[in-house]
């Protein structure tokens, strides 16, 4: 990745591809399995594995349900991060505009370049 529009891009591509959410996840089925809210089909499925290297048959953990609470939510969560940053670009590109040349200006267009990579 170049710089972090392309990063952004990537990110936006990876969400334009997956299965659209809302997901949830399943206390059913062994292991994580994630499903589209609507239809219930199977978006992922991971197994958690021991120290030891063998198949975790009990996913009823504290971190179990975090980690199917974290993949589940990941769609809705993606796209409120990038509606933020796209917020935040817009933000600071006006305050650019509206400061011309004073102190604000060159902050904003710091800002920006980081944003922009």
């Not at 089925?29 to 063998?54: I, L, M, Q, W």
């Amino acid at each position: 990745m170049s710089n972090n529009i392309d990063q952004i891009q990537e990110i936006r591509d990876r969400q334009a591809a997956a299965t659209p959410g809302p997901w949830t996840h399943s206390r059913w089925a062994p292991g994580y399995v994630v499903t589209d809210d609507d239809k219930f089909d199977v978006v992922a499925s991971v197994v958690e594995y021991r120290e030891n290297g063998s198949i975790e048959s009990k996913f009823c953990g504290y971190k179990s349900l975090a980690n199917r609470e974290l993949i589940a939510h990941a769609p809705d969560d993606i796209a409120y991060l990038l509606s933020e940053y796209d917020r935040l670009t817009r933000y600071l590109e006006r305050i650019g505009v509206t400061f011309g040349e004073f102190e604000c200006h060159r902050l904003a267009r710091e800002a920006l370049s980081h944003l922009k990579g």
